[in-house]
């Protein structure tokens, strides 16, 4: 019987230590590149990957998450009222008809594949994504999601988004060594999280996209805790990969680490050069800022 991805898991129980003191009283996941929050550009990448089911693992102070994706009859209303149509679509299409929501408390934050591990009974025995919205991937209109399902589908094995980085920053990662199956797509052999440089290897980095199946589960489960003494999912992949076949597959795009500063900055300057209300003017002012330097 053929699988298919129709969950995606979304860990957002993090604190976002890495942007304070932004991150002091607003969830890390709402803060807007250009106009839109990281959360709604990883729901918009899972719905146009086919998934239809987003689970949240939320931790206090995440309510705005679910008031974001909730219906705002108010401000609907409101826009409704004054004849802003336009604006009251894009509200309304914030969260497809066809999409359900489900949040999932982490009551305490014991790493990402405890974080994983809270979505069991919601995902059941059925594979699913896990996306990091943090890691903001741009690939005009089919998303990174998409090209992993697309794999998923053909090789009914899971899959980790993967890219090359700089050798010196493996200890930012986990690390996969791994045999080309074909352009793009690797078969891996091992895997361990945030390795010194020196004993990487390699630099082949998994970022914050990954298709799993259900077995992944009772991996977690019998994975102790790793390094940072949390609960990582690279151990417990490391453990699926002794019974599954895993996929290293380097996606097609642009990613931005928005958990840090200058990836945040980054990605504000270079989705504002490709949002269509805005371009025009931003390049402008870009280009006679820098020939001020």
Request: glycine share 8%; hydrophobic share 40%.
């Amino acid at each position: 019987m053929t699988m298919k991805v129709t969950k995606a898991v979304f860990p957002v129980a993090g604190l976002g230590t890495r942007s304070l003191p932004a991150t002091k009283a607003v969830a890390k996941e709402m803060l807007p590149v250009v106009d839109k929050p990281l959360i709604q550009y990883a729901v918009e990448e899972a719905v146009a990957a086919g998934i239809d089911t987003m689970i949240f693992v939320i931790g206090r102070n995440k309510e705005s998450i679910a008031n974001h994706f909730d219906k705002s009859y108010e401000l609907e209303k409101e826009l409704e009222k004054s004849g802003k149509t336009d604006l009251l679509k894009m509200l309304r299409e914030i969260l497809p008809a066809h999409v359900s929501c489900v949040f999932v408390r982490q009551a305490e934050a014991l790493g990402l594949g405890h974080a994983v591990h809270c979505a069991k009974p919601v995902v059941g025995n059925e594979p699913f994504a896990v996306i990091l919205p943090d890691d903001l991937i741009e690939d005009g209109e089919r998303g990174c999601m998409k090209q992993m399902v697309d794999l998923f589908d053909k090789e009914q094995s899971s899959v980790l988004g993967v890219e090359r980085v700089d050798p010196k920053e493996t200890h930012k990662y986990g690390i996969v060594e791994h045999a080309e199956a074909s352009p793009r797509v690797g078969w891996l052999s091992s895997i361990v999280e945030k390795p010194k440089p020196e004993v990487a290897p390699s630099n082949i980095a998994v970022v914050g996209r990954y298709i799993l199946t259900p077995a992944i589960f009772q991996k977690i489960e019998n994975t102790g805790r790793g390094a940072g003494g949390e609960i990582q999912l690279t151990d417990a992949i490391a453990a699926l990969m002794k019974d599954e076949r895993v996929l290293s597959y380097e996606f097609e795009g642009n990613r931005y680490d928005c958990g840090s500063k200058f990836g945040f900055l980054l990605a504000n300057v270079e989705y504002g050069l490709l949002h269509k209300e805005i371009k025009a003017e931003f390049a402008n002012y870009l280009k006679q800022r820098v020939s001020k330097i």
